[in-house]
């Protein structure tokens, strides 16, 4: 069974650090992008980063400069590293990514993680 496991979440301070990680793991023949989103409390979930298997990475413009995206292709994981954190980055994130289940290259479907609560406040 694939699945994604979110960690890392906490309680920070603002302008403090956390550190998310994500591991896939099962059946997987390859990762292509993999990204992390967020919800907070009566909101809608929204894109925070994304990195695709080459490398190239995206971030939404509340983020820029403060969160870093990475991925270990060898240990099938992707990171959020994020600096100075503000009150309003406060939510869930979680974890997501498009894996190819089988040798045939139309087996890739997207999957989700269960989500890890971040909270930023003093």
């Known amino acids: 069974q694939v699945q994604l496991v979110e960690s890392g979440g906490g309680l920070v301070q603002p302008g403090g650090s956390l550190r998310l990680s994500c591991a896939a793991s099962?059946?997987?023949?390859?990762?292509?992008?993999m990204g992390w989103y967020r919800q907070a409390p009566g909101k809608q979930r929204e894109l925070v980063a994304t990195?695709?298997?080459?490398?190239?990475?995206n971030y939404e413009d509340s983020v820029k400069g403060r969160f870093t995206i990475s991925r270990d292709n060898a240990k099938n994981t992707v990171h959020l590293q994020m600096n100075s954190l503000k009150p309003e980055d406060t939510a869930v994130y979680y974890c997501?990514?498009?894996?190819?289940?089988?040798?045939?290259?139309?087996?890739?479907?997207?999957?989700w993680g269960q989500g890890t609560q971040v909270t930023v406040s003093s």
């Open positions: 997501n990514a498009d894996l190819q289940v089988t040798i045939y290259a139309g087996s890739v479907y997207n999957y």
């Open positions: 099962g059946t997987i023949f390859s990762i292509k992008a």
């Open positions: 990195i695709t298997s080459g490398g190239s990475t």
